[in-house]
């Protein structure tokens, strides 16, 4: 049984193209599969998520589409019965937000871009600063909402595919579509 994570990055710099290749986490057994909508938190604070379950097993993602596409909990059956595989929090919105980066979506770019400054095709690019002197970890680390383009689910998988516009961040002129699917089955 898979989860797959699919992500599409198109960049559109240069005349060129890049796409991400998918990352795929083996899974336990499932049957029968649901796409549930849930929330954390109330108000200003609300984090939208879809819930990708295996009713029979109850193994399941939690994907928050209202904070980056984030992956927050992953639940899987093992030797000792179901856990988590993910660090998580519980569903505690206000710790989602102080403590954004596992399980992000780090796009369109990873990592640190030191004094977040840097060159592309003779020009200077100065990126906003999001960690001590850096610009860390791309625009979606800090809670974006992705919209949710696709869900499906039958009794041989689940899916959600979430989808963000980048388009004049501080710093970065380039336009970029990225599309993340995640789908949960046999």
Do not use: C
Not at 28 to 48: H, L, N
Not at 109 to 127: D, K, M, P
Not at 140 to 165: S, W, Y
């Amino acid at each position: 049984k898979i989860l797959r994570n699919t992500t599409r990055n198109s960049f559109r710099m240069a005349p060129s193209r890049f796409h991400l290749l998918p990352l795929v986490l083996s899974l336990g057994a499932a049957d029968v599969f649901r796409v549930k909508d849930a929330t954390y938190g109330e108000g200003d604070e609300a984090i939208r998520l879809k819930i990708l379950r295996n009713t029979r097993t109850n193994e399941s993602a939690e994907i928050l589409s209202g904070w980056g596409g984030k992956v927050e909990a992953l639940r899987l059956i093992g030797k000792n019965g179901l856990r988590d595989i993910i660090y998580n929090h519980g569903g505690d919105a206000s710790k989602i937000r102080s403590d954004s980066s596992p399980g992000a979506v780090l796009s369109p770019f990873s990592n640190r871009v030191a004094n977040g400054t840097y060159n592309w095709e003779g020009q200077t690019y100065y990126l906003k600063k999001n960690s001590a002197n850096n610009a860390m970890h791309g625009f979606l680390i800090g809670g974006q909402t992705m919209d949710v383009v696709n869900e499906e689910a039958d009794d041989k998988h689940a899916t959600v595919t979430l989808r963000f516009v980048f388009g004049g961040e501080e710093g970065y002129p380039f336009n970029v579509s990225l599309t993340v699917m995640y789908t949960l089955f046999d």
